[in-house]
């Protein structure tokens, strides 16, 4: 995507072996871009959500085990690498995925051949996942086509941040709205805050970047603009989408989920494969990331409880927005698209 | 209630003829007395809310009454307090209940005698909330008990503030949980943190003031509590409900009644008969107050929207408890106890 008439991706290997990244905590006030050249750095970039999104942070986990195999090619030094990044995020599966992928890309290279052959991994991962996006936002555009009021403009109501910022580029969620605006559709984003840590402020910056009109609302607002018919269509992004259908994604999802369901709304989550967890089927086995308190109350003193995600059940999606198509939120809507995963 | 150690209240009638009242915008930080000596201050109050809570805006409206007729006894004068007053906040139905009130009490009397009418019948509204408020503590209570678990605390999610400080003293929702903790009941309140205001912070400030266990959440996380039964009951108050049972209430309500719902947990709200609007059948005829965007996005030059209420439909709601008891949400409900109000 272009930032002050620049194309941007949200992940660049660099010539000299680093990787640069939008430091996401300075947005929307700062464009920051930092460099990554260790594995540290890469650790230190998605626990403190300078990475955030669940493809992003495969990718970008990915390329921490270039840079630490670069240090370090032996079976101990990936390890290390390995459980390092695993444990900076425990909800999104796409970290886990990315890690597994190193893993058995380098396993039985010689030493000295893996950390480039992480990093060409990486590399192919990224170039996966624009494509991946790019495609979410083709199939997704036809669902919005479809549901676009005669007259006025089309009201997408969405949560967190599922754009280009959480992926390498296009987005999840936000891909189908930028491709209808490109097309010259009329399209309206509600953007919901999205406490603690306030994504919806990226999400605004990136439409407005783009010259998407929106309306920047607080998470409670849903129940009330869905009541009043002022959206036609839920569309969100996944951290983790079990075999069966259930989504987890960020804390708040499920009250949207249920506001829609109460309106007659429909409900999408934008799911590129990478994000679908095929060892799980409920939701409710999912680790839930419990953060800081300081992210809710401050330094206020408060007993606080800071749960990152929320499980919406399959049951209350509409449908699931993949690189392969529109499917229903069930086993057996995923393994028509994905039979390679089938049981 | 005891704030450090002294007996308060929201609203104080003094001996010199002002009107003394905590200042809850300074709250949880400072604890800010101010006095009101002119119906200005009155409307600036309730304006800025300074004062907050549909019981408690009602009671000052009718304070900012007797203040304007010191000033001015005249037909015109009360008109003009009464449509200044009634300007500040178009939601809670006690405002315009309050009003009402003054105007029938003043209706006829010699100018002279006006002001004493009216600070007096102000000094009734507040005792008269202060009673409905303890009996709505006393009715609750009775439904908590039964709802309280085997062995551990009884958990409630509130929402905004619904207790003493949205009163003149004891709190709708909060009085059953005061009085289940005094008699020495287990409780444990999930505090919303109520985007965008905070009021999540009151209910904060006041349950730690009286040594009741909270837990400070986002707004969003209600769902997910609810959905991994980590509450036996949501209880908030109501700034009008209508003759149907409809709940207008803070903006967020709505969410905690659907996901109460789809928890198979009970959504009680406590509704004093002042916050009950008998000329009203469908919620949606409710004006729902816009706020200003500062206070969505501060600064920031985002496009807002800020809708401070939401309505949840009568069919959400398990009870509503009345000073006079716990009944349906519905007509039949409300006029078996207010047979005054039937058709």
């Known amino acids: 995507m272009r930032v002050g008439g620049v194309d941007r991706r949200t992940i660049t290997p660099l010539a000299d072996g680093s990787v640069e ?39 970008t986990a990915a390329y921490g085990c270039a840079l630490a195999l670069r240090a370090d090619p032996t079976d101990a030094g990936l390890s290390q690498a390995v459980a390092q990044l695993a444990a900076t995020r425990p909800t999104a599966v796409n970290l886990r995925w990315a890690l597994e992928r190193v893993r ?23 170039e996966d996942d624009v494509a991946a996006c790019r495609a979410i936002g083709e199939h997704g555009a036809r669902l919005l086509r479809d549901l676009a009021p005669a007259t006025g403009a089309l009201n997408v109501l969405t949560h967190c941040n599922a754009g280009w910022l959480a992926t390498v580029d296009w987005g999840t969620a936000l891909a189908p709205v930028y491709l209808l605006h490109d097309e010259g559709h009329a399209v309206h984003v509600w953007v919901s805050e999205t406490r603690p840590r306030n994504q919806g402020r990226l999400t605004a910056w990136e439409l ?51 506001a829609a369901r109460a309106a007659g709304v429909p409900f999408y989550v934008a799911a590129p494969s ?26 206020a003193a408060l007993p606080v409880a800071n749960p990152g995600f929320d499980v919406t059940p399959s049951h209350l999606v509409t449908g699931l927005v993949t690189e392969r198509g529109v499917c229903a939120a069930s086993a057996a809507g995923l393994t028509a698209l994905f039979p390679e995963h089938g049981a």
């Open 104 to 126: 058995e890309t380098v396993h039985g290279l010689p030493p000295r051949q893996r950390a480039d052959a992480a990093w060409a991994l990486a590399g192919r991962l990224a």
């Open 274 to 299: 990478s994000s679908i967890d095929w060892q799980l089927s409920a939701g409710a086995a999912v680790p839930i990331e419990e953060r800081g308190a300081h992210e809710v109350a401050g330094e």
């Open 208 to 258: 407005a970047q783009h010259g998407v009109p929106f309306t920047y609302v607080v998470d409670s607002a849903a129940g009330h603009l869905l009541q009043r018919g002022l959206a036609e269509v839920v569309l969100v992004g996944t951290d983790r989408t079990t075999r069966t259908g259930d989504v987890t994604n960020k804390i708040g999802t499920y009250l949207k989920a249920l």
């Open 21 to 59: 990244i939008i430091d996401q905590t300075a947005l929307p006030e700062r464009f920051v871009l930092r460099r990554l050249t260790r594995l540290d750095d890469a650790v230190v970039a998605i626990r403190e959500m300078r990475v955030r999104g669940a493809p992003l942070i495969g990718v």
